[in-house]
């Protein structure tokens, strides 16, 4: 007897027919509630669908695999007459499971909404209003830059009076009711986007804290715009929408949401740090004023102590603020290098080290609620199929959901593969899956999913033999030196004139014409589809396309010819692609790409960090630095020339800020800003943006991305020689598999944010 483990005990007490179906109903109704309620997950809708919900199946025929066992034939078989009842509840399995299996969740108040079909499309728009959405995030925080200043008060195109006098950026400044239009347009985007989600989370939207967050920050916006439009708010200073703007993506985006949240979440352990490095200066202070405030005035009293001792900290004054006290006694090295030892290379690499290590505890944190959503997902879609309430399925309800499945992403040979799949699910033997073998179903159906290489592809390839010399690497050495050929004659043509630079753009375009043949050729050969799937083609394609083009425009207006030329030069900054003939440098190369993408949001967040004080300081600082400033004469800041580095609008305060984050010079600017104000209190300013922008979110950015690109490079170099044992065991031909080979390989594809979270988590 097969043995199994029920995951409810079953009444004493004998019951009929009739009240057992009622007892299965309420149970049934009982265990969606609780399913319901146990999904812990409000946050999934933010995150974007990579294939819609509906497309129609590509299964047009299955080829079935003989077995003596009459059980393996019926799974393959598919599900008789009797399961159509399991019909729609397999549809919605489907979908969950399918969400499950590429890391995104279905909500199950979608699954169990009143108009399922209503609400998976309510979904469905959605997740396709994800780009419009990052358009608004990118479009809003863009806006700034070309808005007027606080402070600026005359008409365009100089609101800020004579460029010259007062030293701005030089972008193009907008009218304010052109800003009030765009700011308008973005809210209504995304209202609507807030209007769908509330239809297909019905009720369970007021439960979830972000959809009341998103719905306040919505209100706030309007009101703003409002009071801006109806002349309330006639000064752009009292904007509130100008702040608010920074929140919509934290709000509405789902991962720079949670980075957010795990930065918040460790702001502690930051204070704690922070506490023992300002003890550890003001009583370093205390000691450098009571030793070298005789002999010099860089430590004159303690306030001024403070300040350097704050400054050489972050190493941006060292050594000029203690060559002095040195210079007139040799002793005072012993005090600055070891306030430089604990200071700068302990306490600041400690405060590293606990604010990151406090981060990937979060972020264990968020990985674990990934996997407790893909579990719940699973466990709703086994709940579905279970319609019996026997806590396990059969084979024949199996393959319905591959074949509900197949709707959504391509499985190939099914039906062929369904007895290896339900045999691997089934750990018992017993012919049934059980809850605890279903969760499984996730990993083994993403296997099957990523299928090989097409091939249809490869036997197009073979077909065309007398085109292979394509792919013989003397075509592409040919290849490689008319480009080089081409660069080296447009750059001649830039420095020659008369006939030879006539005969040059002639072979310019020549030039063109070849390379136009080979992007034929390719095509032909691979097909359209694999060739635009290379970057370097896409590349090529287009360059080439203009070169083209430009020549049959060049007829009816000569004097475009000479465009050729830079068109070449461009297409030579391909020959960056050489350096992938370096398998580490091509390995780095691939590496990155994969990484920054899934990097974005914590990068996002630093870029917020740093909006918020330029924003900031252009409200307290603008207009402060204009030519023939009094309280800036004598000042370093003049002396150098860093008044371009200003905050006289957005665009000057946010190269400012990267400035301060390289922290290089930085208290110059500090200093100058506090001669301009008149005021010392005005260094809290900046002191503020170095402790939160640069020794809290930088470098927990810098540390971060580390982490992950190391990662990925292993990762990367485990994967080629993965590939390197793979294609020595491949058979000739078209690339089959060995005997024996049961799954296909996994092909590479990119990372997102939690994927990239769940490897430095499991590394770590």
């Not at 008319?482 to 660069?487: A, D, I, R």
């Amino acid at each position: 007897m097969p043995s199994f483990r029920p995951l409810y005990r079953a009444s004493s007490v004998p019951l009929d027919k009739d009240n057992r179906s009622v007892k299965r109903a309420f149970g049934r109704d009982v265990m969606r509630k609780k399913l319901l309620r146990r999904n812990t997950l409000p946050e999934i809708q933010e995150e974007g669908l990579l294939t819609p919900l509906r497309r129609p199946s590509s299964y047009t025929g299955y080829s079935l695999l003989p077995s003596d066992s009459k059980r393996v034939r019926d799974l393959e078989a598919g599900p008789d007459p009797p399961y159509h009842r399991l019909h729609s509840n397999v549809e919605m399995a489907a979908a969950l499971v399918d969400q499950a299996m590429q890391g995104r969740y279905l909500p199950l108040a979608v699954v169990y909404h009143k108009d399922y079909e209503s609400a998976k499309r309510a979904f469905i728009l959605y997740h396709k209003l994800f780009v419009a959405r990052a358009l608004v995030y990118v479009t809003l925080m863009l806006l700034p830059f070309f808005e007027v200043p606080a402070w600026c008060n005359d008409k365009l195109p100089n609101p800020c009076g004579d460029p010259k006098i007062y030293p701005v950026s030089g972008l193009p400044y907008i009218h304010p009711y052109v800003s009030l239009v765009i700011e308008t347009c973005c809210v209504l985007l995304l209202a609507w986007s807030v209007a769908l989600q509330r239809y297909f989370m019905g009720s369970r939207f007021w439960q979830n804290q972000v959809s009341i967050y998103k719905v306040v920050l919505l209100v706030a916006m309007y009101m703003s715009i409002s009071a801006s439009a109806l002349g309330i708010a006639e000064k752009q200073g009292i904007k509130i929408s100008m702040y608010l703007r920074i929140l919509i993506p934290i709000v509405f985006s789902r991962a720079i949401r949670g980075c957010f949240r795990m930065t918040v979440l460790i702001v502690h352990t930051f204070m704690d740090i922070t506490v023992l490095v300002v003890a550890f200066v003001m009583l370093s202070a205390w000691l450098a004023t009571t030793l070298f405030s005789v002999s010099t005035l860089e430590f004159k009293d303690y306030g001024t102590s403070l300040l350097n001792l704050f400054v050489l900290l972050t190493t941006a004054n060292n050594p000029s603020v203690w060559a002095t006290a040195y210079r007139t006694n040799r002793l005072a090295f012993f005090f600055f290098s070891t306030y430089l030892l604990v200071g700068f290379f302990f306490l600041m690499n400690l405060a590293f080290s606990v604010i990151y290590s406090n981060y990937k505890a979060q972020m264990a944190v968020e990985v674990a609620k990934r996997i407790t959503a893909r579990q719940g997902n699973l466990r709703a879609a086994f709940s579905l199929l279970d319609i019996r309430h026997q806590e396990w399925i059969d084979g024949a309800t199996m393959i319905a959901l591959f074949l509900a499945i197949g709707r959504y992403r391509h499985i190939p040979d099914v039906r062929a593969r369904t007895s290896h799949l339900f045999l691997a699910l089934n750990k018992r033997g017993d012919f049934k899956i059980w809850s605890d073998e279903f969760e499984e179903l996730c990993d083994v159906i993403a296997k099957e999913v990523e299928s090989p290489p097409d091939v249809r592809q490869l036997r197009r390839r073979s077909s065309k033999s007398e085109m292979q010399f394509v792919t013989h690497p003397v075509y592409s050495y040919v290849m490689w030196a008319f480009t080089l050929g081409s660069l080296a004659a447009a750059v001649t043509q830039l420095n020659v004139n008369g006939s030879a630079e006539a005969q040059l753009l002639g072979l310019g375009f020549l030039f063109g014409w070849v390379f136009a043949m080979d992007a034929l050729l390719k095509i032909c050969l691979q097909g359209w589809k694999t060739y635009w799937q290379s970057v370097l083609n896409k590349f090529d394609y287009t360059v080439t396309l203009l070169i083209v083009a430009l020549h049959f425009f060049s007829f009816v207006y000569p004097d475009v010819r000479p465009w050729v030329s830079y068109l070449l030069i461009v297409r030579g900054f391909r020959t960056i692609a050489l350096l992938s003939l370096i398998t580490r440098w091509r390995l780095m190369a691939q590496t990155l790409i994969i990484v920054i993408p899934a990097t974005a949001p914590i990068l996002a967040l630093q870029f917020l960090v740093s909006s918020v004080f330029s924003l900031l300081g252009v409200h307290l600082f603008g207009g402060l630095v204009y030519e023939g400033n009094p309280a800036l004469a004598g000042t370093q800041y003049l002396t150098l020339g860093f008044e371009a580095f200003n905050y006289n609008d957005y665009a000057s305060a946010m190269a400012t800020s990267f400035n301060l984050c390289v922290v290089n010079k930085w208290y110059v600017i500090m200093d100058g800003f506090a001669a301009a104000t008149n005021s010392r209190w005005s260094r809290a300013f900046f002191m503020a943006f170095w402790a939160i922008a640069v020794v809290f979110t930088l470098n927990v950015v810098v540390a971060f991305f580390t982490e992950a690109f190391t990662g990925q490079m292993e990762k990367a170099e485990q994967i080629r020689v993965r590939e390197m044992k793979r294609s020595a065991e491949e058979v000739p031909g078209l690339g089959r598999r060995r005997v024996g080979s049961n799954l296909p390989f996994r092909t590479a594809r990119s990372l997102s944010y939690y994927d990239l979270y769940e490897e430095v988590v499991k590394k770590t």
